[in-house]
Nanobody, 122 residues
Framework: QVRVVESGGGSVQAGGSLRLSCAAS????????MGWFRQAPGKEREGIAV???????RYADSVKGRFTISQDNAKNTLYLQMNSLKPQDTAMYYC????????????????WGQGTQVTVSS
């Protein structure tokens, strides 16, 4: 069963940090590409980071150098550490899973969680 549940959003001032968590089912964590996309009001989905089943990671240019994916294999949990946050990072963030990382990075995943809000004030 494919299942992901996000947590950890909140409000922070520009330059601050937040860490998002994504708890996944064992099947999802071991067999699928997992990652994050975000969507701001009135904007399209933007895939921002992925971790493939082999552990490799990729990031969108908009977050490269500021956001980092890490994982806890014992907990089947993916984390997104977000540093140097900017007001333009404000969005609903979704953990997503799919067979292909390309799909996650384009925000077209078949599976995603309920989302968690991140708000960055200037």
């Amino acid at each position: 069963q494919v299942r992901v549940v996000e947590s950890g959003g909140g409000s922070v001032q520009a330059g601050g940090s937040l860490r998002l968590s994504c708890a996944a089912s064992a099947y999802t964590y071991s067999n699928m590409c997992m990652g994050w996309f975000r969507q701001a009001p009135g904007k399209e989905r933007e895939g921002i980071a992925v971790k493939d089943s082999d552990g490799s990671t990729r990031y969108a240019d908009s977050v490269k150098g500021r956001f980092t994916i890490s994982q806890d294999n014992a907990k089947n949990t993916l984390y997104l550490q977000m540093n140097s946050l900017k007001p333009q990072d404000t969005a609903m963030y979704y953990c997503a899973a799919d067979l292909f990382c390309t799909t996650v990075l384009t925000g077209q995943s078949d599976y995603w969680g309920q989302g968690t809000q991140v708000t960055v004030s200037s």
